[in-house]
């Protein structure tokens, strides 16, 4: 869905206030002024009314339902989509990395109430993100698993039972001869573990990709990177992680390999591993030619078949 529009010069407010609204329903800019949003019922209603908005401020606007021909292809106008969302959900990890810092030097009830408060104030603005993450971005994972390992702590603090309890962790053993399940739209965390699971966990492994939204997993069924999944974020460590660390592998190789994923899908830069960019690129360019999940993860293999050799004999 299209919204084409051109603004009065003057005033200047009006025209901030068409890209706010624009920013709040989730559209993005195909164009200066072309902005797109998903086409259906709901969206298409959103575009009417800001049409509405622009035609009675004295500007110029159509909406149309547009098929992309050439010039954008549906999966560059995807990753527009998930890119915003992104910067999101990255702005609300950087807040909660920094009340997570604060949390740690505050010792005064009155103190750590101004964090609650404050952490309660980023659980609403992901659940706002939600509305208008027309494709799940990945970011939200990062930024969700922070937000939770917050509310965690503050709990404990308080002496708290948790709302919304995690299931019981699992053992290694637990982990052999399920079927393991994780969203369409493969990246680099879940490419990573789909490689640990075949390679260290379970070589017949069955894996199975899913809407990531709203799934109810199946008896004998195990969630990776997925929100409220077994095995996901977990605070600021990414779903490889925290499936290495379950899985109960020490193993320096792997270690290295982690600290990769966690750069490359964290963005943080925290083990400055310098070997991330190139990573990154090849994921990114497997995920370009292959869009099918599984071609993804059997093309992603090798990569980090060859990179666990590589550690492997820079420890031996």
């Known amino acids: 869905m299209l919204l084409i529009h051109q603004l009065p010069s003057k005033p200047a407010y009006f025209r901030v206030k068409i890209w706010r609204r624009l920013q709040r329903i989730g559209a993005v800019a195909v164009k200066?002024?072309?902005?797109?949003?998903?086409?259906?019922?709901?969206?298409?209603?959103?575009?009417?009314?800001?049409?509405k908005e622009i035609v009675e401020g004295g500007g110029e606007a159509?909406?149309?339902?547009?098929?992309?021909?050439?010039?954008?292809?549906?999966?560059?106008?995807?990753?527009?989509?998930?890119?915003?969302?992104?910067?999101?959900?990255?702005?609300?990890?950087?807040?909660?990395?920094?009340?997570?810092?604060?949390?740690?030097?505050?010792?005064?009830?009155?103190?750590?109430?101004?964090?609650?408060?404050?952490?309660?104030?980023?659980r609403k603005r992901i659940a706002d993100?939600?509305?208008i993450d027309f494709f799940g971005a990945t970011g939200r994972l990062s930024a969700e698993g922070l937000?939770?390992?917050?509310?965690?702590?503050?709990?404990?603090?308080?002496?708290?039972?948790?709302?919304?309890?995690?299931?019981?962790?699992?053992k290694a053993a637990d982990l052999k001869g399920?079927?393991?399940?994780?969203?369409?739209?493969v990246h680099v965390d879940r490419i990573a573990c789909s490689w640990l699971i075949r390679r260290f966990i379970d070589p017949d492994a069955v894996i199975r990709f899913v809407p990531g939204k709203g799934y109810v997993p199946n008896p004998g069924e195990?969630?990776?990177?997925?929100?409220?999944?077994?095995?996901?974020?977990?605070?600021?460590?990414?779903?490889?992680?925290?499936?290495?660390?379950?899985?109960?592998?020490?193993?320096?190789?792997?270690?290295?390999?982690a600290e990769i994923v966690h750069d490359i899908d964290l963005k943080d830069a925290k083990f400055g591993r310098e070997e991330a960019s190139g990573i990154a690129s090849l994921i990114a360019g497997i995920c370009a030619a292959n869009p099918q999940d599984e071609q993804r993860i059997v093309?992603?293999?090798?990569?980090f078949d060859n990179l666990y050799q590589y550690f492997r004999a820079k420890r031996g």
């Open 178 to 185: 399920r079927i393991w399940v994780t969203r369409k739209g």
């Open 222 to 257: 195990i969630r990776f990177d997925m929100f409220e999944g077994e095995i996901t974020h977990e605070g600021d460590h990414c779903s490889f992680e925290v499936l290495l660390a379950g899985a109960g592998i020490a193993d320096s190789a792997l270690q290295a390999i």
């Open 32 to 51: 200066s002024t072309v902005y797109a949003l998903p086409a259906n019922a709901e969206t298409q209603e959103d575009f009417e009314w800001l049409l």
């Open 147 to 170: 937000i939770a390992d917050l509310e965690h702590r503050l709990e404990e603090d308080a002496d708290m039972v948790e709302e919304h309890p995690k299931a019981p962790p699992l």
């Open 62 to 122: 159509m909406v149309c339902e547009a098929r992309l021909i050439d010039g954008l292809s549906d999966a560059q106008a995807h990753a527009l989509f998930d890119t915003a969302r992104d910067e999101d959900y990255e702005a609300i990890a950087n807040e909660a990395r920094t009340l997570s810092a604060r949390l740690e030097a505050l010792a005064r009830v009155e103190e750590r109430a101004e964090i609650r408060a404050q952490t309660d104030r980023l």
């Open 129 to 131: 993100i939600a509305t």
């Open 299 to 303: 093309q992603g293999g090798p990569v």
